[in-house]
Structure formats: structure tokens, C-alpha cells
């Protein structure tokens, strides 16, 4: 991985500086010059997460001189399944999916693509059979193993806040998705392992599209289960949606941790008034940023896909206040 990223580090100082660079004393165009990039935000128009990611998206489109049309599929599996079909049929350079209908829904429509010529690589929830299949045709990955952050959001929590065996906690996630419920289970199963009595709620479609539709039903959980002592969402939205939820349920901030993923302005103060405790970064303007350069790199000079972790920090009372300023202008 480390070598990976060297790379990475590498590729990215070659594809920004080829703008003003010269070879054998010919100026050089934009690396990104005239390729046209379809890119599947996930979200929906203005959500948080799907805003920064695609703040990375257009950062790297203006860096590298490329073209990128947005799509959003509200984190509906099927939605981008149709999305990608119809991206399919408009014949673009390249192709971002974020994996969250897995290998075998994904894999005829891709190799569809790459018979194309089309470069097609993956951010925010990998495919790794279709990477160990495309790779050499640039099919990446910039984001996170999800299990491994479910893993060590919960290890963290844990760590930091003296849950203990016999503690009862809720994980509200989406384990029945392939790949991406993956983040559930590792947060599940590092908890169990610890002796907690967890309880779980799956994600509807519903609240996956809107988040602000959960309070109901965590009041409800909240008022069913008192001694619940952390809330843990496998989810950005919801996550951000926390302070809302806590308020509503008429509890003071740090009665019950709330841990979570991904950084949003909303998340931010929740972090500040002590309504969120901890929160998992997986940096999703490097998710939007990187599978740009990805296509730009495989697509004019061949490169093979880079596999990017970009996840491994967390953000938390102690660090808030230097990332906060970022969090407003949709980079963290």
C-alpha cells in the first residue's frame, strides 16, 4: 500500500505540473485536455457527502484540464446501474461508479465498457473482482476497505470511551448491501468480540435517500432502550443528522455517544457541542479527486489502476477546530 501511494504522489506531481511543463522544449497541453469523464456522485443533489466528493471531481477536472458531467443515484444500487447504462450509451473517455451494487450486478455492464475502450474505475465502496480483472486497464479504487474502517471506528470507540462487556449499543447500518454493508459487520462484530450487547436497525431506502426521516425512529429505539450508552451510523447523512436526532429524543450532549462516518459542516458542530464523539474520515474530496487523475493518467499515458486507501484518521473534539474551517468549505 505505501508503495502504492509513493506512486500515487508521483503520478499526481507528473499530471499537474504537464500544464507549464515542456518536453524536448515543446509546451505541453493540459494532461486532461478533451477527455470527457461521467462520474456517479452516489447521493443526491446537495447532500453532504456527495457535494465533497464532487468538489474533488471538479478540482481535479480543473488541475488537469478534463471534462466531468455529474450523475446521482440517490445511494440507490439499481439507480446507478441505470445510471451507468445510460452513461454506457454516451460514449465518454471514462466512467466513475461507486461500488455499492457489487461485482456481479456491475460486471456485464463493465465489461461492456472496457470492450469500449472506456476506463472505468471505482471510489467510495470497492469491487474487487473487477479490479483484480481490470486493473491493467486502469480499474482503481480510491476509498476506504470498508470492513477495516467498521472495524476500527468501533476499535477506536472502545478505546476512547470505556465501553465495556455487557454495555448496550445500537450500529444503524447497511449490512444487507454486498461489499458496502461490509462497514456494518466490521462494527458489529469488533463490538460483539468485545462483549457488547448490540442492537441493530438496517437503513431504509427511504432514510438512505433522506437522512432527516430517521429521528422518528431513533426516539423511538432511544425511548425503548435507555441504557443504550452509543449510537454508531454507518452512514454520513445520518451521522450529520445526530445533534438533530439526540435533541429530539430530549437528551444533553454526550448522554449517548454518537460515532459515525464522514465529516459535513453539520457533523462539525455536532462535534463542537458534543452531540458527536468520534467520526471515522474516509476524505471524500480525494474520492472525488483521485478516480479523475485515475482516468486521465490510464487513458493518456497507460497506467495501470491504483488501488488508494483514503481513509485511516478520525476526527474528534481534540482535532475539530483546525478541520472545521474545511468542513465549511466542502473539503473535509
Known sequence: MKNGFRLLLAACVLALALPAATWAGQKLEPSGQGLNILFDAGGAVGEPYATVVQHGAEQAAADLGCTVKFVYSDWDPQIMLENFKKSLASKPDGIVVMGHPGDDAYAPLIDEAVKKGIVVTATDTELPKLTGKYQSKGFGYSGVD???????????????????????????????????????????????????????????????????????????????????????????????????????????????????????????????????????????????????????????????????????????????????????????
Open 146 to 332: 470498508n470492513k477495516a474502517r467498521g472495524m476500527a471506528l468501533a476499535a477506536e470507540a472502545l478505546r476512547r470511551f470505556g465501553l465495556k462487556a455487557g454495555d448496550k449499543v445500537l450500529v444503524w447500518g447497511l449490512k444487507s448491501k454486498p461489499t458496502r454493508g461490509l462497514s456494518t459487520v466490521g462494527i458489529i462484530e469488533t463490538l460483539e468480540k468485545a462483549g457488547l450487547v448490540v442492537g441493530y436497525m438496517e437503513i431504509t431506502p427511504e432514510i438512505d435517500k433522506d437522512a432527516s426521516l430517521g429521528a422518528p425512529l431513533l426516539t423511538a429505539y432511544l425511548a425503548a432502550n435507555p441504557d443504550t450508552k452509543a449510537v454508531f451510523m454507518d452512514h454520513g447523512a445520518l451521522t450529520g443528522q445526530l445533534e438533530n436526532f439526540f435533541r429530539a429524543a430530549d437528551l444533553p450532549p454526550g448522554k449517548v455517544l454518537g460515532c459515525g462516518f464522514s465529516l459535513s459542516p453539520a457533523t462539525a458542530a455536532a462535534i463542537k457541542s458534543g452531540y458527536v464523539s468520534l467520526v471515522g474520515d474516509g476524505q471524500p474530496f480525494l474520492q472525488g479527486y483521485l478516480p479523475v487523475l485515475q482516468i486521465v493518467l490510464t487513458k493518456k499515458y497507460g497506467f495501470s489502476g491504483l488501488v488508494i486507501e483514503t481513509g485511516a484518521g478520525f476526527v474528534h473534539k481534540d482535532n475539530i477546530d483546525f478541520i472545521a474551517p474545511l468542513a465549511q468549505k466542502g473539503l473535509r
